[in-house]
């Protein structure tokens, strides 16, 4: 992903509510599971981490990342950005730059 990109979908970001909380069980098959589903519905979404949860927050983004094959936009204190471009042709919804 190009810098150009990532901006892109960080300006996207901006307006969009997290859709999941990661509490003190961290990343769980669940979890993991429940953001892929998003994702490939979505495409870009954005997760809040709680304060009750001890892990850092880059290392939760990108074992979520690696999990689900998507790619990290941005993680900023307790929010992070995830992006994948969906399978189907028909149901992306995100055009990148190029």
């Known amino acids: ?9 960080k300006g996207l970001a901006m307006t ?3 859709i999941f909380q990661i ?7 669940e979890l993991t599971t429940a ?16 304060k ?4 850092d927050g880059n290392e939760i983004a990108s074992v979520l ?3 689900t094959q998507s790619q990290v936009v941005q993680v900023i204190g307790k929010k992070i950005v995830l ?3 969906a399978k189907d042709e028909k149901k992306r919804k995100i055009v990148l730059p190029k």
């Open 16 to 18: 969009i509510d997290p």
């Open 35 to 50: 953001v892929a589903e998003a994702l490939e519905a979505r495409e870009l979404i954005k997760l809040s981490i709680l």
């Open 65 to 67: 990342a690696e999990r």
């Open 83 to 85: 992006y994948k471009q």
């Open 52 to 55: 009750n949860c001890m892990d």
């Open 1 to 9: 992903m190009t810098s150009k990109q990532r901006a892109y979908l």
């Open 23 to 29: 509490g003190k069980a961290s990343v769980t098959p």
